[in-house]
Every structure is written in structure tokens, then in C-alpha cells.
């Protein structure tokens, strides 16, 4: 059996990033380094943004795209994914390094729908509005069907010590969460 629930990557630059120079657009990124998605509620902003299709079934877009999300109960979570799995080679499973997210804006009232990243949005962050900073939380994991199931992101902060072992990544103080 295989799962891919440590499937994770970083990317290592030819050059450093001069965020003063040439890309002063562009700020480090806040990693959550210590778990802040245990914290989350309905009324904490969490936004999800990628590139992938609008449907499960449509086009992929030209422009970034973002969706409002909101925390979704682990146990349920798991369970929908351990059905869409159990006929697969795969046999993905959700696990303690994983959380589970669904549209704010689209709690499944109608059909089981959930709204939620879709496919070729894999690997996308998921950052919070926590203390008046923004916080990449997740990574987008899995995205079974976007319509009808959470979406299930990696918990950043579970891969604190390779992220920083591998990367010298040290959290900036611009990003401490009191």
C-alpha cells in the first residue's frame, strides 16, 4: 500500500531573493512554525489561492485564483477521503500532518457540495489573518473532488525542522504571532 501523506517539497534558488532590490514587491513568506491551524474558527480569515481548474470539469485560468475557506472536522474529513480512496492502488489516508478545509462561502447545502481548491491546485498555500499578519499554514495536499469533498492541506508546522534544517529558513520577525 502507498500514501503520499509526507508529500512535500521545497525549492532551492539559484540566487537569494534581494527583497530590498529588484523584487522589493515580494516579502518572505510567515510560515506557521508552531501549529496556529489548531486555533482556527469560523472567524478567522483563511484564503486558499492557486492556478487550478474552476470545476472539476473546467478550464484551467489565466488569473490567480482565491477562495475564502474555513475549518472542516478532521474525522469527517478522513472518513470522505478514506471512501474516495478505497477502490484505489493508493489508499490515501488523511493523518495527524494533515488538516482539513471547505469554502467559507459554501458550507454543503445543496448536493454535498463543499466548494473547495481543485485539481492544479496542488501545492498552493493556504495562509491565515492571524494577529494582523498573514500566515501560510498549509500547503494543498489533496483535492479528490472539489466540488463534493474538504480540501486537505499539509500542516506546515509538521515539517518545521525539515523546512528549517533544509532551507536555513528562520521564521522573520516581522512574522512572530504574539
Not at 42 to 60: E, I, K, P, S, W
Not at 85 to 107: A, G, I, L
Not at 127 to 135: A, L, T, V
Amino acid at each position: 500500500m502507498q500514501n503520499h501523506s509526507n508529500d512535500i517539497a521545497l525549492i532551492k534558488m539559484d540566487e537569494p531573493i534581494d527583497f530590498a532590490g529588484n523584487e522589493s514587491n515580494l516579502k518572505p513568506a510567515c510560515l506557521d512554525l508552531s501549529g496556529l491551524e489548531q486555533n482556527l474558527d469560523d472567524q478567522t480569515r483563511c484564503v486558499a489561492t492557486g492556478f487550478g481548474r474552476l470545476g472539476n470539469f473546467h478550464h484551467l485560468p489565466d488569473v490567480l485564483q482565491q477562495i475564502d475557506m474555513k475549518p472542516y472536522d478532521h474525522d469527517e474529513c478522513a472518513s470522505i477521503h478514506h471512501n474516495f480512496y478505497r477502490w484505489e492502488d493508493s489508499k490515501e489516508e488523511v493523518t495527524d500532518k494533515q488538516f482539513c478545509m471547505v469554502s467559507k462561502h459554501n458550507p454543503r447545502p445543496v448536493f454535498d457540495s463543499y466548494g473547495a481548491a481543485c485539481p492544479g491546485d496542488s501545492g498552493g498555500p493556504l495562509q491565515c489573518f492571524i494577529n494582523n499578519k498573514w500566515i501560510q499554514l498549509g500547503v494543498t495536499w489533496s483535492v479528490t473532488n472539489c466540488e463534493r469533498s474538504p480540501t486537505v492541506y499539509q500542516k506546515i508546522y509538521k515539517y518545521a525542522e525539515f523546512i528549517e534544517n533544509t532551507s536555513s529558513y528562520k521564521l522573520p520577525t516581522s512574522c512572530e504571532v504574539q
